[in-house]
């Protein structure tokens, strides 16, 4: 404690429970890498998770020994709960204690004042369902809840069951403030501020749609259309691999009008024409998101017609040999390794994407049917004898595409 004349200033305790679990006391801190023993650390963090109520023992025994046999859980409770009470006193020279035992319970000592991170990402979050506040109000408000989000609730046991519900709440209130403070920046159109906030709540959560098409329309916004087109691409392949479906029509829709803003309007046609060259050293079949794939697909079709190219289209399965479930375990790059060897043995013509999760599709030109499906069984057996993982097989069906018949017109030049 600290005197000032009569008056008596307690240290404030700082704890932090989002993107950590730390606790603070002037130049005092405590977190779990200091701790030892992981029963004490998950004693301080259930007690902080319900540190408005009083905790029974019961209850206590049950989070932290659920699934293990003791012979008096009792008493070894009460020696985690002393052990707690030492390591937070030694550890942060607090003069009061801040677990207390009362009428057969353990309770947070409400009388130490603290300041949780928490509480106040609360209280803001309820002044913003104030419908009184102006937009400049809550576009404060928005920004203060931003700023005290710094992670998930608790991230180190975000797995335990007592935790989890704290932590979809909290993200969820956090992802809400994100959007409404985006919206309003959006109207004044301060990109800048909206790259910077959706760029660190994607890092929190990357499969939070809103949060994408918010930072497409700020890098529009910014007239930096190549680097939204690269955000899409990655959106796209993320959510193809991680859950197997295609962003929304409004992501899709903003990455069109990414790619339809000319940057180089005033360029002589030679600099445009150099620009269109592929860099790299051509090698093997294109390979491209599935929008892009769809759109050579419709230009594949269109031409067909007149020009009598023999076109298929071929869809590779991936699965669980036996039909079992796909393992889990280095998946990501056992399908980077199919995909590879699908790429490099196809022709330069030939365009891949993938599909889903596990499908790749696959457009062949210039063939017979019988060499398009030669080439669709060499590339199946290629794969499955490759060994890339020997829990997975492939399958391989394939379709002739299917001509559009443009309506003749009578145009003049």
């Not at 796909?326 to 199919?338: A, C, G, M, Q, W």
């Amino acid at each position: 404690m600290e005197k000032t004349g009569s008056k008596v200033n307690k240290r404030i305790l700082e704890i932090r429970m989002l993107g950590d679990f730390s606790f603070c006391s002037n130049d005092r801190m405590l977190s779990g890498d200091k701790v030892r023993g992981k029963q004490i650390w998950s004693l301080l963090e259930y007690i902080m998770v319900n540190r408005h109520n009083e905790i029974s023992m019961d209850g206590l025994i049950q989070a932290l020994w659920r699934d293990d046999e003791i012979e008096d859980p009792a008493n070894a409770l009460k020696n985690l709960a002393y052990r707690l009470r030492v390591t937070l006193k030694n550890s942060l020279d607090l003069e009061d204690e801040v677990i207390l035992y009362k009428h057969g319970a353990y309770v947070w000592n409400k009388n130490v004042p603290c300041i949780v991170d928490v509480d106040e990402l609360e209280a803001v979050y309820k002044e913003t369902q104030q419908k009184s506040l102006s937009k400049d109000e809550l576009l404060t408000r928005y920004r203060k809840m931003i700023n005290i989000y710094k992670g998930n609730f608790m991230p180190q046991s975000s797995f335990k069951e007592w935790i989890v519900p704290f932590n979809v709440y909290y993200q969820r209130i956090y992802m809400e403030s994100v959007a409404a403070c985006c919206e309003i920046l959006l109207e004044r159109e301060d990109f800048r501020s909206v790259e910077e906030i959706c760029h660190r709540a994607i890092v929190i959560d990357p499969f939070v749609e809103t949060n994408h098409a918010n930072l497409l329309k700020a890098l529009i916004g910014l007239k930096n259309h190549d680097k939204a087109v690269d955000h899409y691409n990655y959106v796209n392949k993320l959510f193809y691999d991680e859950l197997g479906v295609r962003p929304s029509d409004l992501v899709t829709k903003l990455y069109h009008d990414a790619t339809n803003k000319n940057t180089a309007l005033n360029q002589d046609i030679a600099l445009i024409k150099d620009n269109l060259k592929e860099v790299a050293k051509i090698l093997g079949a294109v390979y491209c998101n599935y929008e892009q794939f769809k759109m050579i697909y419709q230009l594949e079709a269109r031409a067909a017609l007149r020009s009598g190219k023999s076109i298929f289209i071929a869809l590779l399965t991936v699965t669980g040999k036996n039909k079992k479930e796909l393992p889990r375990e280095s998946l990501d790059v056992t399908f980077d390794k199919i995909k590879n060897a699908i790429v490099s043995s196809l022709r330069k013509d030939d365009v891949v994407t993938r599909y889903g999760r596990t499908q790749f599709l696959l457009l062949l030109s210039n063939l017979t049917y019988e060499d398009a499906n030669t080439v669709l069984n060499r590339l199946v057996w290629k794969i499955n004898e490759s060994g890339f993982h020997n829990s997975i097989e492939v399958f391989g069906q394939f379709q002739s595409l299917d001509p559009i018949e443009l309506e003749e017109r009578d145009v003049s030049i």
